[in-house]
């Protein structure tokens, strides 16, 4: 399967244990080359996700909202017939906002088809990682200011287009901040949301770590930075900026715009639309 992760069980029953990233509301799936016995998976905190779906040798999770960043649960498989490795554990980790959504594990010795692929995925990264340290060279290189965006092809003659969405956010009680405004901008090859955010009265001082934007379809705009106004008191506002790869003129939206700091914390934003 293209970008599914990978995971190689050693023959002897070797203890080491391999972590996979859950997250609420996301489906993670495992696909394994040998068939499971039904009766002998064990999920610790099961009843904190709203869907375990097993087949004859794929299980699916989705976690439910009951999950906090940063849990760990143990998952354990075991095998019909019974040859070596009986059983398989891995542990399930809490993202405030990724999940592995495809995961193959092998029992067995794998095929060259599936190195191949690999190979293939690791040349198409590789490609990937050059592409971005050439932009960044680029960007190190162009003089600052309006000549700068001109010079990197990030701004053309259309100029920037902006649209205040505040009122269409919709206000969600589980937000760690509250969010007092929220505006988004266009150019030629990326869009930008910037959101107003005050932290709630007694509240720890919140610094975003990572974010994502992600359509209906659970497609994902490239996050390109990320930058928050310097610290003021608690009982001000800041501001964040979120600027994300937008190629095509078409990508308006709405997204679920979703913030997460180094801890439990976390601020969603949906109905996020673009100019």
């Given at each position: 399967?293209?970008g599914?992760?990978?995971?190689?069980?050693?023959?002897?029953?070797?203890?080491?244990?391999?972590?996979?990233?859950?997250?609420?509301?996301?489906?993670?799936?495992l696909?394994?080359?040998?068939?499971?016995?039904?009766?002998?998976?064990?999920?610790?905190?099961?009843?904190r996700?709203s869907?375990?779906d097993?087949?004859?040798?794929?299980?699916?999770?989705?976690?439910?909202?009951?999950?906090?960043?940063?849990?760990?649960?143990?998952?354990?498989v075991?095998?019909?017939?019974?040859a070596?490795p009986?059983?398989a554990?891995?542990?399930?980790?809490?993202?405030?906002?990724?999940?592995?959504?495809?995961?193959e594990?092998?029992?067995?010795?794998?095929?060259?088809?599936?190195?191949?692929?690999?190979?293939?995925?690791?040349?198409?990264?590789?490609?990937?990682?050059?592409?971005?340290?050439?932009r960044?060279?680029?960007?190190?290189e162009a003089?600052p200011g309006?000549?700068?965006?001109l010079?990197?092809?990030?701004?053309?003659?259309?100029?920037?287009?902006?649209?205040?969405v505040?009122?269409?956010?919709?206000?969600?009680?589980?937000?760690?901040?509250?969010?007092?405004?929220?505006?988004?901008?266009?150019?030629k090859?990326?869009?930008?949301?910037?959101?107003?955010?005050a932290?709630?009265?007694?509240?720890h001082?919140?610094?975003?770590?990572?974010?994502?934007?992600?359509?209906r379809?659970?497609?994902?705009?490239?996050?390109?930075?990320i930058w928050?106004?310097?610290?003021?008191?608690?009982?001000?506002?800041r501001?964040i900026?979120?600027?994300?790869?937008?190629?095509?003129?078409g990508?308006?939206g709405?997204?679920s715009?979703?913030?997460?700091?180094?801890?439990?914390?976390?601020?969603?934003?949906g109905?996020?639309?673009?100019?």
């Amino acid at each position: 399967m293209p970008g599914a992760r990978r995971i190689e069980l050693a023959p002897d029953g070797s203890p080491s244990i391999a972590e996979i990233a859950v997250s609420a509301g996301l489906s993670t799936g495992l696909y394994f080359d040998s068939d499971l016995m039904r009766d002998g998976i064990e999920l610790e905190g099961r009843e904190r996700f709203s869907l375990v779906d097993i087949g004859q040798a794929t299980l699916r999770l989705v976690p439910s909202s009951r999950v906090a960043p940063g849990e760990r649960f143990r998952l354990v498989v075991r095998f019909r017939d019974g040859a070596a490795p009986v059983s398989a554990s891995f542990l399930l980790r809490v993202h405030p906002a990724k999940a592995e959504p495809l995961v193959e594990i092998f029992r067995e010795k794998r095929t060259i088809e599936t190195y191949q692929q690999e190979t293939r995925e690791v040349r198409a990264e590789l490609e990937r990682c050059q592409d971005e340290n050439s932009r960044l060279v680029a960007e190190h290189e162009a003089p600052p200011g309006l000549a700068g965006l001109l010079s990197t092809g990030t701004l053309d003659e259309h100029g920037v287009a902006g649209r205040v969405v505040t009122k269409d956010i919709p206000r969600l009680a589980g937000n760690a901040l509250e969010a007092i405004s929220v505006t988004t901008y266009r150019a030629k090859t990326a869009v930008a949301v910037v959101v107003q955010l005050a932290t709630k009265a007694g509240a720890h001082l919140w610094s975003p770590k990572g974010v994502t934007l992600r359509s209906r379809t659970g497609a994902e705009l490239k996050v390109l930075r990320i930058w928050q106004q310097p610290s003021t008191p608690l009982d001000e506002s800041r501001s964040i900026v979120v600027e994300a790869e937008a190629p095509e003129a078409g990508v308006q939206g709405p997204f679920s715009l979703k913030l997460w700091e180094d801890g439990p914390r976390t601020v969603t934003l949906g109905n996020v639309t673009f100019p």
